[in-house]
Nanobody, 121 residues
Framework: QVQLVESGGGLVQAGGSLRLSCAAS????????MGWFRQAPGKEREFVAV????????DYTDSVKGRFTISRDGAKNTVYLQMNSLKPADTAVYYCAAGGWGPSESEYNYWGQGTQVTVSS
């Protein structure tokens, strides 16, 4: 079992930065791929980024490439999403997830509760 607790969401102006954290509990955390998804009001949840079990590989959706960076710290059982050059279109509830790879949310076995990110103009 993996339990995920997210933090770091908030309100930021366009062009600003925000760092999301997802703290995981469970002895098998380091064996899971970890992903970030987001969902804006009235829209489907979409894939943002994923990182593999040892942090050596990562993928991003095109809209965040060059602006967002996913990373993980195995010693702290935490995965991060550093978000730079934020745009109003990035406004969404952000979720961390464990156990999958890529854009298919059905592949992920565990989900956090979500944290709100709001980017103002």
């Amino acid at each position: 079992q993996v339990q995920l607790v997210e933090s770091g969401g908030g309100l930021v102006q366009a062009g600003g930065s925000l760092r999301l954290s997802c703290a995981a509990s469970g002895r098998t955390f380091s064996t899971y791929n970890m992903g970030w998804f987001r969902q804006a009001p009235g829209k489907e949840r979409e894939f943002v980024a994923v990182i593999n079990w040892n942090g050596g590989n990562a993928d991003y959706t095109d809209s965040v490439k060059g602006r967002f960076t996913i990373s993980r710290d195995g010693a702290k059982n935490t995965v991060y999403l550093q978000m730079n050059s934020l745009k109003p279109a990035d406004t969404a509830v952000y979720y961390c997830a464990a156990g999958g790879w890529g854009p298919s949310e059905s592949e992920y076995n565990y989900w956090g509760q979500g944290t709100q990110v709001t980017v103002s103009s």
